[in-house]
């Protein structure tokens, strides 16, 4: 599956609200799956910042259109999946400052730093 963080003001919904739905992570916490409440399709989901998405690659009008810049949590990937050695792999998650062009890096800062404090 191909997830794409971009930030939320960013993501333009065609049609409907997704629905949340809390799903368990591996850590005890939850994350947001947000579906089509017609055909229950995750569209994306929010991992603790509101100001970000993560969009699935196959809901995108033009999902070709995309591609990998990093395969993360490789750890529980089935052997017969085959990455190409073009991309960077990693077991879990990997920093982002290391990999990130600095344009991207400083879209996150600027959605991060504009976060409120919740009361």
């Known amino acids: 599956m191909i997830n794409l963080l971009i930030e ?13 739905v809390g799903v368990p992570r591996d ?6 799956v947000f579906r089509c409440p017609t ?3 995750a569209v994306f989901s929010e991992y603790g910042h509101p100001g970000f998405r993560f969009v699935r690659g196959g809901t ?3 999902p070709a259109g995309v591609s990998p810049d990093a395969h993360i949590f490789t750890r529980s990937k089935l ?35 504009s976060a409120v404090p919740a009361d």
Do not use: N
């Open 79 to 113: 052997a017969w999946v085959t990455l190409p050695d073009s991309v960077p792999a990693f077991d879990v998650y990997y920093e982002m400052s290391e990999l990130w062009p600095a344009e991207s890096l400083e879209r996150r800062h600027a959605v991060t730093a």
């Open 60 to 62: 995108l009008d033009d």
């Open 39 to 41: 055909c229950q399709v």
């Open 27 to 32: 850590d005890g916490s939850s994350q947001r």
């Open 8 to 20: 939320t003001d960013r993501v333009e919904l065609l049609a409907g609200d997704p629905e949340p």
